[in-house]
């Protein structure tokens, strides 16, 4: 089993920044992809961005990129979510995601169904 908890969210003004983290504890981490998906309210979930266990590769949707920047910290066992340049539009409760097994290319890391392990979600607010 892996436990995910996320933080950093809050409130903030379009333009601004927030940074994300979610802290991984159970098995293995270092091995596990990782993935931050978001849900507005009446709407489904999607995602956001992914990054290998490698760190070698990163994904974004087309939303953020440019905006949000993922980083995974293996020793201390973390996925963070750097957004910048924040927009009304990316209000939304933002789940961290993982799961150990293989997976190739945008078209796998960007599926909510290919992951196992999701955290509570963090509320991320950003007003006009």
């Known amino acids: 089993q892996v436990q995910l908890v996320e933080s950093g969210g809050g409130l903030v003004q379009a333009g601004g920044s927030l940074r994300l983290s979610c802290a991984a504890s159970g098995r293995t981490f270092n091995s596990y992809r990782m993935g931050w998906f978001r849900q507005a309210p009446g709407k489904e979930r999607e995602f956001v961005a992914a990054i290998t266990w490698s760190v070698r590769s990163t994904y974004y949707a087309d939303s953020v990129k440019g905006r949000f920047t993922i980083s995974r910290d293996n020793a201390k066992s973390t996925v963070n979510l750097q957004m910048n340049s924040l927009k009304p539009e990316d209000t939304a409760v933002y789940y961290c995601?993982?799961?150990?097994?293989?997976?190739?290319?945008?078209?796998?890391?960007?599926?909510?169904?290919?992951?196992?392990?999701w955290g509570q979600g963090t509320q991320v607010t950003v007003s006009s």
């Open positions: 995601a993982t799961a150990p097994n293989w997976c190739s290319g945008y078209g796998c890391y960007s599926r909510a169904d290919e992951y196992d392990y």
